[in-house]
C-alpha cells in the first residue's frame, strides 16, 4: 500500500455552522456547529485516513496560541500529523450552511502577518519534510502559502519532493504554480477550471464564463508540454484531465449537497490513493470523482463516511 505525505502550509481550525436559513441583517440562530482540524492538505489526508488509516501522514505548521484545540481536533480524528510550531494563532476559517438554499459559505479569517525568524522556521519544515521523505511514496501539496513565508519555500518543497523520487501532486495555482514550474514539474496538477485559466489561459475565462473548448485545448496542449497529468475540476460539471496530453472527461455524481467544502480536496485524495495503487489514471479519475461526491453529502470537510 503506497505512502502519501500530505503538506498543508495554511493550516485551519475550521467551524462548520448549519442554519436552517441564513438572512442577511438578522439574528440567525444555528441548528448544529462542529470544528475540526482543517486546510487543503489535511482535509485530504482525513479522506485518505478513512481509504486507509495507515496510508497517510500529514504535515503543517501550527500556531502556538491555539496548538492545543488544533492537535485534539486532529487527534478526535485519527489524524497522523508531525508539526512545526509557529508564533502566533493558527487561522480559522467559518463554513455556513444554509439548509434551505442548499449553499456553502465560507468565510476564511487570515491572521495577521508575525515578525519572526521565518528563515528559521523554513528550514525547520525542509528538514522536518526530508525526515518524511524516505518512508514516503508520493507527496500531496495543497493549498496556498501564509504571506509570511517566502516565495522559495513552495517550489524547493516540490523540488525536493521530485528529487527524492516522489510522485508529487500540486493542488495550487497561479504565482505559486509558476514558480514551481520554473524549477521543477510536478507529476500531478490539480487545478478547478478557473485557476486554471487564471494561471496558463486567462482567454478561457473571461465575461464571468468558461470557454470550454479552449479550456480543453489549453489543458491538452500544456500536459503535452509539461509531459504530466492535468486535472481540471469544474464543481457539479465534469472533470476534464489530460495525461501527456492524451484528454479525458469524467461525469460527477449528481447528489444532494450539504456542504461542498473540501471537495476538490476530497477528490485530490481519491485520485493519488488509486493512482498510486494501481497506476491505472482513469480508475484514479473515478476514484477521486466517488470521494468528492461523498464528501458533498456530508457535514465534515474532508470526509467520506
Known amino acids: 500500500m503506497a505512502k502519501i ?5 495554511s493550516s485551519t481550525i475550521q467551524r462548520t455552522v448549519n442554519f436552517k436559513e441564513v438572512k ?46 488544533f492537535l485534539e481536533l486532529a487527534e478526535r480524528d485519527n489524524l497522523n500529523i508531525n508539526y512545526v510550531v509557529i508564533p502566533g494563532f493558527t487561522r480559522e476559517c467559518w463554513t455556513l450552511l444554509d439548509n434551505m438554499l442548499a449553499t456553502t459559505t465560507e468565510l476564511v479569517v487570515g491572521e495577521p502577518d508575525m515578525d519572526f525568524d521565518v ?6 519544515i525542509i528538514e522536518s519534510i526530508k525526515m518524511k521523505l524516505p518512508e514516503t511514496d508520493a507527496v500531496l501539496f495543497a493549498g496556498s502559502k501564509p504571506s509570511y513565508f517566502t516565495d522559495n519555500l513552495v517550489p524547493e518543497i516540490a523540488k525536493l519532493s521530485l528529487d527524492s523520487g516522489k510522485i508529487f501532486l500540486a493542488d495550487y ?57 492535468i486535472i481540471v475540476t469544474r464543481g457539479a460539471d465534469s472533470t476534464y484531465a489530460a495525461e501527456k496530453g492524451k484528454f479525458i472527461e469524467c461525469e460527477v455524481e449528481k447528489v444532494k449537497p450539504v456542504n461542498t467544502t473540501a471537495c476538490g ?22 476514484k477521486g470523482t466517488w470521494c468528492a461526491s461523498r464528501n458533498a453529502e456530508l457535514e465534515t470537510p474532508g470526509a467520506i463516511r
Do not use: W
Not at 481519491?270 to 480508475?283: H, L, P, R, S, V
Open 265 to 286: 480536496d476530497s477528490f485530490s485524495a481519491g485520485f493519488i490513493y488509486e493512482y498510486m495503487n494501481t497506476k491505472d489514471f482513469n480508475a484514479g479519475i473515478k
Open 119 to 124: 528563515a528559521s522556521c523554513e528550514q525547520n
Open 24 to 69: 442577511l441583517t438578522e439574528v440567525n440562530r444555528s441548528t448544529s456547529y462542529r470544528m475540526d482540524a482543517s486546510g487543503k492538505a489535511l482535509n485530504s489526508a482525513r479522506v485518505l485516513s478513512q481509504l486507509d488509516k495507515n496510508c497517510v501522514t500529514a504535515f503543517c505548521p501550527v500556531g502556538e496560541k491555539n496548538k492545543e484545540l
Open 173 to 229: 495555482h497561479g504565482k505559486e504554480l509558476l514558480n514551481t514550474l520554473k524549477i521543477c514539474t510536478p507529476s500531478i496538477i490539480k487545478i478547478n477550471e478557473i485557476e486554471f485559466a487564471q494561471t496558463f489561459e486567462p482567454k478561457a475565462f473571461s465575461n464571468g464564463k468558461v470557454n470550454e473548448e479552449i479550456l480543453k485545448t489549453a489543458l491538452k496542449e500544456k500536459s503535452r508540454e509539461l509531459d504530466n497529468i
Open 5 to 9: 505525505l500530505c503538506i498543508c502550509l
